[in-house]
């Protein structure tokens, strides 16, 4: 096989052109894709932690929904409480009527719930 030196010089530039031609392939459309993939997995694990994040504060609020609810009802008792008690000791003005609108506010929203 003799080759000359015309024959390797064509070879050698095919060979070169075939690199550019790859490596041009390779920066115009394959590391783009390339980029796109890994962002597109680092937005998934930010939506995954975003999740996360907002399932802890799901909890957590609902863990203090839960306490003023808890405080709210203890205050309203209290209040029926001390309205009973001028009641009885005879402060009659509003009193029955607001200790009546009380009750009544609070058996409706009790059965709302």
Do not use: C, W
Request: neutral net charge.
């Amino acid at each position: 096989m003799n080759l000359a030196i015309v024959d390797l010089i064509a070879i050698i530039m095919t060979i070169a052109g075939m690199v550019s031609a790859f490596s041009l392939l390779y920066a115009k459309f394959i590391a783009p894709i390339k980029k796109v993939v890994k962002q597109v997995e680092r937005n998934t694990e930010n939506i995954k932690d975003l999740e996360d994040k907002l399932t802890n504060l799901k909890t957590d609020r609902a863990d203090e929904n839960a306490f003023t609810t808890e405080v709210r009802a203890m205050l309203l008792e209290s209040l029926v409480a001390i309205m009973d008690g001028l009641e009885q000791n005879g402060a009659n003005h509003l009193v029955t009527e607001q200790k009546n609108k009380l009750i009544k506010f609070m058996s409706q929203n009790i059965g709302s719930k």
